[in-house]
């Protein structure tokens, strides 16, 4: 039993905070997390915490259903503020939270546009299609007039975009700010590296926490790990790369003849560093979007870098959201000869309609993409494996049983035994296990 120790739970995941204390010996303190009618959030600590070292955990998926409110991300994270704020009035020595899953780390600092900027593919008839009237030269004395704008795209520009330099063009007003495909394919030169202004998220959810009176950060596998530089306190970023190591080891045969993917490049990292301490082949899939031409919409498409024919494939990400990236993917391996495809995730956040999304799946072929998913029968995803950072009875649920859950919770448990007695967290990343 750890002494002076107090653990508590906000009303996310309760039953990841029991495990917690069952392997450390300490049950969640007592505390009362309800609302009043006007949708506030009331907080009471009735254990003292005077002098303690105390640790809340609470999680962030996408909401669920307690004390027959539905919860948002949102009301989750005021929760936890509360409980932060409440403990250090109440005098607590250090006040920790214990975050498995952290929130707002997945929001890119780049507004999202479904038109993008011209590629090769669109010619110059099209993106003169695409200019405003007041850009089109119209053989009058106004043609005779070149803007700065335009006179500021470079040549690399123009080639990208499929059109020639434009001998003279009509004036140009600041209207056409309004079509933003224009405003993306005329980028002024000097101005490449400007950014829309756009909330950041990170920042601000560091600012909020180390306000409300958190001493220390615990959490694991931050989708983003430059978000520690947000925070002026301790980040501890746990990872759950051993235990998905030694899952590959002891649950999926012949394994060494497997091929560790990463879904996208973003990954490419933490798929090359499991791949590497197991000794497998990697294989890389690519995604961009880029439009058929100026005027469509933008549309992902996926390239595989590697050799998967007749292998089994392990899938390797740190988040799973709307799951549509995973099962685009475990297709394209499909289509491309591997004998099966293995998901393992450290997130499954799956919201929406993600459950039944992995539901098709694991059980079947899926949906039909044009092309035969493969010459073996047998479904898509043969296994996905997921965390438990996040609650996932509903998501077992409805997709059954090739959908498999790893508890995460000793990890945890020890990394607040080693931060509570001061003793190094190194041991807890280190793989060879």
């Known amino acids: 039993?750890?002494?002076?120790?107090?653990?508590?739970?906000?009303?996310?995941?309760?039953?990841?905070?029991?495990?917690i204390g069952e392997a450390l010996g300490v049950p969640p303190a007592a505390r009362v997390l309800t609302h009043f009618s006007s949708g506030e959030t009331r907080c009471e600590i009735r254990d003292s915490v005077r002098g303690k070292d105390v640790y809340i955990v609470q999680s962030f998926g996408v909401g669920g259903i307690s004390d027959g409110k539905r919860k948002t991300v949102d009301d989750y994270f005021i929760e936890l503020c509360i409980m932060i704020s409440a403990c250090k009035t109440g005098s607590a020595a250090r006040v920790t939270a214990v975050l498995p899953l952290f929130p707002y780390s997945r929001?890119?600092?780049?507004?999202?546009?479904?038109?993008?900027?011209?590629?090769?593919?669109?010619?110059?008839?099209?993106?003169?299609?695409?200019?405003?009237?007041?850009?089109?030269?119209?053989g009058g004395a106004g043609a005779q007039q070149t803007t700065a704008a335009t006179m500021a795209m470079d040549e690399p520009s123009l080639e990208r975009a499929g059109a020639q330099r434009p001998e003279s063009v009509a004036r140009y007003t600041t209207h056409d700010y309004e079509n933003p495909a224009l405003m993306m394919t005329l980028q002024q030169k000097a101005r490449s590296g400007h950014k829309h202004l756009t909330a950041q998220?990170?920042?601000?959810?560091?600012?909020?926490?180390?306000?409300?009176?958190?001493?220390?950060?615990?959490?694991?596998?931050?989708?983003e790990a430059a978000y520690q530089g947000f925070f002026d306190?301790?980040?501890?970023?746990?990872?759950?790369?051993p235990l998905l190591q030694r899952y590959i080891r002891h649950h999926i045969p012949n394994y060494r003849d497997a091929v560790i993917v990463s879904p996208d490049a973003g990954g490419a990292k933490r798929a090359t560093a499991i791949a590497d301490r197991l000794g497998l082949a990697i294989a890389l899939i690519h995604k961009e979007r880029r439009p058929p031409d100026i005027s469509h919409p933008?549309?992902?498409?996926?390239?595989?870098?590697?050799?998967?024919?007749?292998?089994?494939?392990?899938?390797?990400?740190?988040?799973?959201?709307?799951?549509r990236t995973l099962t685009r993917a475990a297709?394209?391996?499909?289509?491309?000869g591997a004998?099966?495809?293995?998901?393992?995730?450290t997130h499954g956040v799956l919201s929406g309609d993600a459950p039944a999304r992995l539901a098709a799946a694991l059980s079947s072929s899926g949906p039909g993409t044009g092309t035969p998913v493969s010459a073996v029968a047998g479904p898509v995803l043969d296994r996905v494996v997921v965390t438990n950072t996040v609650p996932q009875e509903e998501h077992a649920a409805v997709c059954g049983p090739r959908f498999e859950v790893l508890d995460v919770s000793g990890l945890f448990a020890e990394a607040i035994r080693r931060v509570h007695y001061g003793e190094s967290l190194m041991r807890l990343f280190e793989y060879d296990e």
Not at 331 to 336: C, E, I
């Open 1 to 19: 039993m750890v002494r002076n120790l107090v653990l508590l739970s906000g009303s996310s995941h309760p039953t990841f905070a029991d495990k």
């Open 107 to 138: 929001q890119p600092d780049l507004p999202f546009s479904m038109v993008g900027a011209p590629h090769g593919s669109a010619s110059a008839s099209t993106l003169s299609a695409a200019l405003p009237p007041t850009l089109k030269g119209d």
């Open 201 to 223: 998220a990170g920042p601000l959810v560091a600012d909020l926490l180390t306000c409300a009176g958190a001493d220390r950060v615990l959490t694991c596998d931050l989708h």
């Open 233 to 241: 306190i301790p980040v501890d970023n746990l990872y759950a790369r």
């Open 298 to 323: 933008q549309r992902a498409t996926m390239m595989l870098v590697g050799d998967v024919a007749g292998r089994l494939c392990i899938l390797i990400d740190d988040l799973a959201d709307t799951a």
């Open 331 to 336: 297709r394209l391996l499909r289509r491309a």
């Open 339 to 345: 004998a099966r495809v293995v998901a393992l995730l």
